[in-house]
């Protein structure tokens, strides 16, 4: 069990801040485009002298950045709220839903001819209406607990997940199909300030939610029961929680797309880091997740002429950093 002081939590933090803003400046510098640290600089103070500069700087390479920071952050907090609720390491934000009924929603308004602004909306809607089903499930069955949550999650998504088969099925191959298939990969080449203000209400309701509660998420990680004995009041704190991240779940899935890995991964790094304490761990994640994303995304639009969707860079990076970390923390599967 890692024991850490509040001395070198606080040490943790400034650093892990201190790489995002170093982590900035070289994705503000790399694209197809170089600009050095003193050319953005000079853009950023006099956007004047080049316009050329500026306007790849401030319309395309700084929603960017901010929307990678924000995804990233979200999807690290959603992941370590569920695997504290859901009592288990190997949950991810997707687990009730969210993803497979986001995708569908983007499909059918793709399906529809619609633009970027209807196909986000129905994709948040949709990953919405995933979770609410669920829940429904749930109820309907007159059953309580994490394991029927996360078995009527299992069935959701993999209706949603056929729905999206039939949708892509129905599509023009010459044009929808792939415009399906790419927003299921992730990406965020058509994010802008307008879409980001969008969804920052989401965002915001379902930090703030967990931060206050994040006292309570190392508690019930360690079971109903003893949370019960603490004086939790489980079944309503695990219903704003699951709701608080599916906000955040849903308003990034409808931003970028779906984008795998990081919700699972990246708490699991902030634990090794500073504890198992998701009072600590919560913010670091958030750091942590942004970070990640950010170089991911860098990665994306810099080593090609093309752009690589997100999700396959995440799955290359993720993947064996997921087995590392299993053999690192020797987690019991059973």
């Known amino acids: 069990m890692i024991l850490i002081t509040n001395h070198r939590y606080q040490i943790t933090l400034w650093s892990a801040l201190l790489l995002v803003f170093v982590s900035v400046i070289i994705a503000l510098s790399c694209g197809r485009i170089y600009y050095s640290p003193v050319e953005i600089g000079q853009t950023m103070l006099a956007p004047q002298s080049n316009p050329v500069a500026a306007n790849i700087i401030f319309n395309l390479r ?3 950045i901010l929307g990678a920071l924000l ?6 907090m959603a992941g370590c709220a569920f695997q504290s609720v859901f009592h288990n390491p190997l949950v991810s934000p997707d687990i009730l839903g969210v993803s497979y009924g986001s995708a569908a929603g983007a499909a059918t308004a793709i399906l529809l001819g619609s633009g970027i602004w209807l ?4 994709a948040f809607l949709g990953g919405v209406l995933a979770v609410v089903l669920t829940l429904l499930i749930a109820r309907i069955l007159n059953q309580r607990g994490t394991l029927i949550l996360v078995l009527a999650g299992i069935v959701i998504s993999g209706f949603m997940q056929a729905l999206v088969g039939l949708l892509k099925y129905i599509a023009d191959p010459d044009s929808q199909l792939q415009s399906i298939v790419y927003w299921q990969l992730g990406s965020l080449a058509k994010i802008d300030f307008p879409s980001i203000a969008a969804v920052i209400p989401f965002l915001l309701c379902g930090t703030i939610i967990l931060f206050i509660l994040r006292w ?3 508690i019930l990680s360690l079971g109903d029961q003893q949370a019960r004995l603490e004086g939790i009041n489980v079944e309503i704190e695990q219903l704003l929680i ?3 991240s599916t906000f955040l779940t849903a308003a990034t899935v409808c931003l970028s797309g779906n984008i795998g890995w990081i919700g699972l991964v990246i708490p699991h790094i902030a634990r090794l880091i500073i504890g198992a304490n998701t009072k600590r761990a919560l913010p670091l994640a958030a750091i942590l997740g942004g970070l990640f994303l950010l170089i991911v995304d860098t990665l994306a ?7 690589i969707p997100l999700s396959i860079l995440t799955g290359f990076i993720g993947a064996p950093l997921f087995v590392y970390i299993l053999m690192k923390k020797k987690v019991r599967l059973n």
């Not at 639009?301 to 752009?307: H, I």
């Open 216 to 218: 309570h998420m190392t």
């Open 119 to 122: 196909t986000q909306t129905l």
């Open 301 to 307: 639009r810099s080593l090609s002429g093309g752009e």
């Open 71 to 76: 995804i990233g952050a979200a999807l690290a």
């Open 62 to 64: 700084l929603p960017r």
């Open 242 to 244: 699951i709701a608080a």
